[in-house]
């Protein structure tokens, strides 16, 4: 069950998405695919409910349990909730895509690069868009 919204937090800063739901994604710096994987705020913190990688390469093979559909391998993870997802939002490699209520941003338009960033579970209410 959904509960609250999905937030951003840095260590200067914290910005409120207005979803219980987003989708992350980002290419693999060596191999170059596609990964994508499904957040929902939940009591007790980030579930993470689905989990895409466009293909394999070394280091980067899916659970036995996935499913080829399409050009997508989707399993789910099967993690209960997290505290907060933290991302390393490096400056080095390609960025993160964050996509909520039909819409996608790069992260870097919200946070610069290089400054740490987590996915957390937060209150509606407490602002941002």
């Given at each position: ?8 937090v840095?260590?200067?800063?914290a ?6 739901t987003?989708?992350l994604g980002?290419?693999?710096?060596v191999?170059?695919?596609w990964?994508?994987?499904?957040y929902?705020?939940?009591a007790?913190?980030v579930l993470?409910?689905?989990a895409?990688?466009e293909?394999?390469?070394a280091g ?15 399993y789910?993870p ?22 909520w209520?039909?819409r996608?941003?790069?992260l ?9 960033v987590?996915?957390?579970a ?8």
């Amino acid at each position: 069950m959904a509960l609250g919204c999905l937030g951003l937090v840095t260590a200067v800063a914290a910005l409120v998405l207005p979803s219980a739901t987003l989708t992350l994604g980002w290419r693999h710096s060596v191999e170059g695919s596609w990964w994508e994987e499904d957040y929902q705020a939940v009591a007790g913190g980030v579930l993470i409910t689905e989990a895409r990688i466009e293909s394999i390469g070394a280091g980067m093979e899916p659970p036995a349990t996935a499913v080829r559909m399409g050009r997508w391998w989707h399993y789910h993870p099967g993690l209960g909730p997290l505290p907060a997802v933290h991302l390393a939002n490096s400056d080095r490699v390609g960025g993160y895509t964050l996509c909520w209520a039909g819409r996608c941003r790069p992260l870097d338009a919200m946070v610069p690069r290089g400054q740490a960033v987590s996915i957390v579970a937060t209150s509606c209410s407490a602002g941002g868009s």
